[in-house]
């Protein structure tokens, strides 16, 4: 091989290798099933009754604060009247 080709060749692989890295290691399907253990075992699901709960605050929360909106939007047209 003469010098070129084998300089061509170098660089071929000092390119080729680090992209063939990044793809084989950011591929999904390796990590998939390791990630979602770890997912569980760090934040294990809620159960039913204390996320119903947390609804039902929320929308408690969201219709007081739309009734004070709305009654401050009443104070605001009869007092602009």
């Known amino acids: 091989m003469e010098k070129w080709q084998w300089e061509i060749c170098k660089m071929f692989l000092y390119m080729s290798f680090p992209v063939a890295c990044f793809h084989y290691f950011n591929s999904?399907?390796?990590?998939?099933?390791?990630?979602?253990k770890l997912k569980l075992e760090s934040c294990p699901p809620m159960p039913v009754e204390?996320?119903?709960?947390?609804?039902?605050?929320?929308?408690?929360?969201?219709?007081?604060?739309?009734?004070?909106?709305?009654?401050?939007?009443?104070?605001?047209?009869?007092?602009?009247v």
Do not use: A, M, Y
């Open 50 to 80: 204390k996320q119903e709960k947390i609804k039902s605050l929320f929308e408690k929360f969201n219709s007081e604060r739309e009734l004070k909106h709305l009654e401050d939007l009443e104070k605001k047209r009869k007092g602009s």
């Open 28 to 36: 999904p399907q390796i990590f998939e099933e390791s990630v979602t």
